[in-house]
C-alpha cells in the first residue's frame, strides 16, 4: 500500500501562519502530524522537521512555538509528528513489547516517509530540510539523521547521551544504537547540553558527542536541569538552522535574537 497524506479539517490562518493537521496513512499504522506553512507566499519552501521530547507530542508548547516562529519569521515550513506512544500514538502498545530497535526504525521511516509526501505535495524544497529534536527528539531523531544525511543540511541535538539514569525506564535506554549511529553522522551538527541534567548525565552526552562522525559539530552547555531550555539556547539552535537553509548567496537579514522564542 502507498503511503497516502490525508489533511483533516480546514487549514488555519493566523498572523502570517498557516497549520494544517494531516494524518499519513502506511501500511505500518497511522502518522499523525501538523505543518507549518508561510501564509500567502508561493511553495516550495525550506522544511525544519521537529521532533519532541519525551513528555510531549505534535502540538507541545514547544513544537507550537518553533513552528510559528520558523514559519512565520523566515518564512521556513516545519513538521512536527507524534513519536512512538505519544500524542495520537498512545495505543500503540507497550515499547518492551515491540523492541527499542524496531521502535526506532519504525520512527526513522515514519520520517523519511513524511519527507516525500510533502516533497510530492512540492509544498517543500526537498534540497533545504533540517531537523531539530532533543531529548527523546535526539533519541530517535539521531538515528534518524544518521540514516537521512543526503537529505538534510543540519542537525540540532542534544539533552541525550550514552548514559543514563537509573529513574528512566529501561524501553528508554538507546545508547547502544546511539553509539552504533552516531559515527554515520556527517551533516553539521549543534549538541545542546544541560550542565546539571538529572536524566542523562553530562559524561554520557559528551561521550555521544564525540561519536558523532560530522566534520562541523559544535557543542553548546547551559546551567539547569533536563527539562530547562533557557532563551539562549532556544536561540542558537535557531540561528543553527536558518543559517544552514538560507538560500545560496543570501545573507541573514536581521539577526533571530530580536524575536527568539520564550
Avoid at 500567502?40 to 513528555?55: E, F, I, M, Q, R
Avoid at 553548546?220 to 540561528?239: L, M
Wanted: aromatic share 8%.
Amino acid at each position: 500500500m502507498a503511503d497516502t497524506l490525508h489533511w483533516i479539517g480546514e487549514p488555519v490562518t493566523d498572523r502570517g501562519v498557516t497549520e494544517r493537521r494531516f494524518n499519513l496513512v502506511r501500511e505500518s499504522g497511522i502518522v499523525p502530524g501538523i505543518l507549518w506553512l508561510p501564509a500567502g507566499l508561493h511553495y516550495p519552501h525550506p522544511l525544519v522537521l521537529l521532533g519532541h521530547g519525551g513528555s510531549g507530542h505534535k502540538r507541545a508548547a514547544r513544537q507550537l512555538e518553533l513552528g510559528r516562529w520558523f514559519a512565520g519569521r523566515w518564512h521556513v515550513a516545519a513538521v512536527a509528528i507524534d513519536g512512538p506512544f505519544h500524542g495520537d500514538r498512545q495505543h500503540m502498545g507497550r515499547p518492551a513489547a515491540i523492541g527499542s530497535d524496531a521502535v526506532t526504525d519504525g520512527m526513522v521511516d515514519d520520517w523519511n516517509a513524511t519527507l516525500d509526501a510533502l516533497t510530492n505535495l512540492q509544498l517543500i524544497d526537498s534540497g533545504r530540510v533540517a531537523y531539530l529534536g532533543l531529548s527523546m527528539g535526539t533519541r530517535f531523531g539521531l538515528p534518524y539523521v544518521a540514516a537521512a544525511n543526503h537529505r538534510l543540511r543540519c542537525a540540532v541535538l542534544g539533552k541525550y547521551g550514552l548514559l543514563q539514569s537509573p529513574t528512566v525506564s529501561a524501553p528508554v535506554d538507546a545508547a547502544a544504537r546511539l553509539a552504533r549511529d552516531a559515527p554515520r553522522v556527517s551533516v553539521p551538527v549543534l549538541f545542546h547540553v544541560q550542565w546539571d541534567d538529572e536524566l542523562f548525565p553530562r559524561a554520557g552526552q559528551f561521550e555521544l558527542f564525540d561519536q558523532l562522525g560530522s566534520a562541523d559539530k559544535q557543542l553548546v552547555a547551559f546551567p539547569g536541569a533536563h527539562r530547562i531550555s533557557p532563551p539562549t539556547a532556544i536561540r542558537s539552535w535557531c540561528e543553527f538552522v536558518i543559517e544552514h537553509l538560507e538560500p545560496a548567496g543570501m545573507r541573514l537579514a536581521r539577526r533571530v535574537s530580536d524575536q527568539v522564542v520564550d
